[in-house]
């Protein structure tokens, strides 16, 4: 009787001890997929590359869940189509060359009704493709296919073939649908971190041209500014002239010159092309580079014009210009001038008088073939000035939109009589600037007086 007893705990001690280790086994393998569950979290924030995710979680999975091979198919958003995105395996190159149908083979399937499929007989299943196995010659057994969802859109596939030691399992299909989960997550921060690389390439680039672009119009307006003459008369001769130019941006259309034809007679020109810019600036270059070429002794401001227009606008270029330009006698104050389609310049006489020079008018330079050019004749008296501008004086504008406009031109060189032509332009551009009361400069200024001393 004592022995029955014995016998009987015995039996159930060592039940007992099966059961707990039965259990000791279980509770062992469920803190192996836990343990590899956060393995993937963490290798999630390791890095924000799709490629290295993808290899970093399929390696920690297949530590678990031991495979022959192993892919991640993304469908195409353009053509549904799958793509082998990652193939693991001794065929994975020639895997990821093949792109499968919407709906062929098992991961097609998977992918257009996001359920996973446990295939423990491939070749068996009506589901399964061999375009796969016949272009890479690799032997199919078995395999477990789950989606990758993100926002109940499925992204791709996961899929794991020919498992080492017997059959895919309900558990080995709950194991890999938990590792798809992180999967969706890495793909959606992939590509949001690929967009913000892609963002800083081309800022980086766009930088760069622009850096690029503002270096070579420095440079552009440093020769542009080297057609325009650098000094202004001495005060033993018997004029007193002073021109400036102020572009709105690093070069610009407008110009001026003036030089001497011989001792008794100064040449001098102002004029604005059409165009801003680069453009604008060789036109200008031309258009300087032109008319002191041709300008020479006996030769009339409206005849130049004519000779420069002719050589301009024989090419039929996209842009013209405006200019008044004259020849000034020394000895005796007269004034030679001409224009085409020009602002009205001004005269401001000793006793603060203030005449517009009433010039016949003609095209810009380049509008027209065979464009005449007409002169008209006036004098300057010891004390008088003369004033040619471009309209980016009288086109000034305010905050309030309003412009500088020719009666407040006309206004100012009202009180301009005793100074000198360097000191009516600098306050000029005072008066100017005041008005638009920090309201950016849309337009090229230049200016120039000429004075009888």
């Not at 709906?103 to 493709?129: M, P, T, Y």
């Not at 009205?344 to 810009?364: H, M, N, Q």
Request: with cysteine; hydrophobic share 45%; glycine share 8%.
């Amino acid at each position: 009787m004592d022995g029955q007893w014995i016998a009987a705990g015995v039996g159930a001690l060592a039940g007992a001890a099966a059961g707990a280790g039965a259990l000791y086994a279980i509770v062992q393998m469920r803190l192996r997929r836990m343990k590899t569950l956060l393995e993937i979290s963490m290798q999630l924030n390791s890095t924000l590359k799709r490629r290295e995710q993808m290899e970093l979680i399929m390696n920690t999975a297949k530590r678990v869940l031991p495979v022959e091979a192993a892919s991640v198919l993304l469908v195409d958003p353009e053509t549904d189509e799958l793509i082998f995105e990652l193939a693991q395996g001794e065929k994975g190159a020639a895997v990821r060359e093949i792109r499968l149908r919407p709906g062929e083979g098992i991961a097609g399937h998977v992918a257009q009704s996001g359920q996973s499929v446990v295939v423990n007989d491939a070749k068996a299943d009506s589901r399964w493709s061999n375009r796969v196995a016949e272009r890479t010659g690799f032997d199919t057994r078995n395999l477990l296919t789950v989606p990758i969802v993100n926002r109940e859109r499925v992204e791709g596939v996961l899929q794991v073939i020919n498992k080492r030691s017997g059959k895919f399992t309900n558990r080995d299909r709950l194991l890999l649908e938990q590792v798809a989960r992180p999967m969706a997550v890495a793909l959606e921060n992939a590509r949001l971190y690929a967009k913000v690389e892609e963002s800083l390439a081309e800022l980086q680039s766009t930088t760069a041209i622009k850096e690029r672009l503002e270096s070579e119009l420095q440079v552009a307006g440093t020769i542009q500014m080297s057609f325009l003459p650098r000094t202004m008369p001495s005060a033993y001769e018997p004029y007193d002239v002073c021109a400036l130019l102020k572009s709105a941006k690093e070069v610009g259309g407008d110009f001026y010159n003036f030089f001497k034809i011989d001792d008794d007679h100064l040449f001098f020109a102002l004029g604005d092309v059409s165009d801003k810019g680069i453009p604008a600036a060789l036109f200008m270059a031309v258009t300087l580079t032109l008319l002191k070429g041709k300008m020479g002794p006996g030769l009339s401001p409206g005849e130049l014009l004519t000779m420069v227009n002719d050589e301009l606008a024989r090419d039929n270029p996209l842009v013209f210009a405006t200019i008044v330009c004259g020849v000034y006698t020394c000895s005796t104050g007269e004034l030679v001038m001409s224009e085409g389609g020009h602002c009205t310049p001004y005269v401001v006489r000793a006793d603060g008088s203030i005449e517009p020079v009433k010039l016949k008018k003609s095209l810009p330079l380049a509008a027209m073939e065979d464009a005449v050019y007409h002169d008209a004749r006036l004098s300057l008296e010891p004390g008088d000035r003369l004033l040619l501008y471009t309209d980016g004086i009288t086109e000034a504008e305010n905050s309030a939109q309003e412009q500088y406009s020719s009666d407040r031109l006309r206004e100012f060189l009202g009180m301009t009589p005793g100074m000198s032509s360097a000191e009516t332009i600098d306050a000029l551009l005072m008066h100017v600037f005041m008005f638009a009361d920090g309201a950016p400069q849309s337009d090229d200024i230049a200016v120039l007086t000429l004075m009888r001393r």
